[in-house]
């Protein structure tokens, strides 16, 4: 498959993602994938995915990654940047509405 594919992820951005330190996990928390605990491994490499914040062995995050660009559970775009939500203030009242300067 070709490194430039836009439905996979390239080698560096999935080498990039943020571990998830072993002390901080907890004794139920197990990878979705393979479904392995991942306090029973001695050293567990764990990955959390941006935005949507799930977590994964980094093995087999990486082999879903390199095929895909979405977090297996929830479909989030793992690449894109996210914006904050668009909010409408078409009805928010103004400053000068409030009567509070005069």
Not at 69 to 83: L, W
Request: aromatic share 8%.
């Amino acid at each position: 498959m070709d490194s430039t594919n836009s439905d996979r992820c390239s080698d560096t951005f999935i080498d990039s993602l943020p571990r998830v330190q072993p002390k901080t996990l907890k004794n139920e928390d197990a990878c979705p994938i393979c479904c392995s605990n991942f306090k029973e491994d001695e050293y567990p490499l764990v990955i959390r995915l941006p935005h949507c914040g799930h977590m994964f062995d980094f093995e087999c995050i990486s082999m879903w990654l390199s095929k895909n660009t979405t977090c297996p559970m929830c479909r989030d775009n793992v690449t894109e940047k996210k914006n904050l939500p668009e909010v409408d203030v078409s009805k928010a009242e103004l400053e000068e509405d409030w009567g509070m300067y005069g």
